[in-house]
């Protein structure tokens, strides 16, 4: 959970200012020339500083907004902050802090569309290569499909029009969740560990290695291996193992 933080002066002010695109004006300024409260005198350790963050759905990168004295339906009159995610949220909250849940928030994904949204500490992408590296904790989440690692690196399309997911390598730590319907059959849901695992989006294959990779599901099938393969979009199930660590596969009496 990331967490917006509001710096403003420690001092009571009236806010009267608006905020409504990115950095102040249509010409991207930065500048607001009207501004009489903050000041070099008053812009301080003493006065100026963090006084208090509200939690959001990921990383903020567009600047936040602000409108004073907007009605909100069903909530009254606010000083309003509007802050989008990079998990495609966008919220509004109370400038004051007060209280600190929402006041509105929205969600643009479109999970129906197989859109995959990444949440990490640390990303660098290249536009060269098309790939993304993400580090310090990460979350993927894809429509049947939830991936936690250490680390994770994500290629996408080779094509420039094209922007979705072709693969992703994730390290340390790997879990694996993955949701399987077939037409016919309950539905089956895997989960999977290991220290290394890639996701191959076209053909919703999923493959574990390193470490102890085991693989767990709904029936209570309990299997480990040198290297698990399955695909999400069936109920196939591929293992290797080698002479010294043989497949094992514990299946329930019904």
Known sequence: MRSLVATALLAAVSLTAQVLT??????????????????????NAAHFGKRFSLAVDGDLYGQPLFVPGLEIPGKGRHDVIFVATEHDSVYAFDATGVPAEPLWKVNFLNTSAGVTTVRAQDLEYSTETRIADYKGGVHLERPGMVVDSKTMRAFLKESSSDSSLD????????????TTIVPGKPKRIRTGTSEHAEY?????????????????????????GKELTWWANNDRLLVDGEEAKQVRTVIPKK
């Open 167 to 178: 693969k992703a390598f994730s390290d340390g730590t790997v879990k694996i969740v993955s």
């Open 22 to 43: 990115s950095q102040y004006d249509n010409a991207r300024t930065g500048a607001i020339l009207t501004e009489t409260t903050l000041t070099p005198s008053n812009v």
């Open 200 to 224: 191959y989006a076209d053909e919703q294959k999923v493959l574990l290695n390193g470490g102890q990779p085991r693989l767990v599901d709904t029936e209570k099938v309990d299997t480990t």
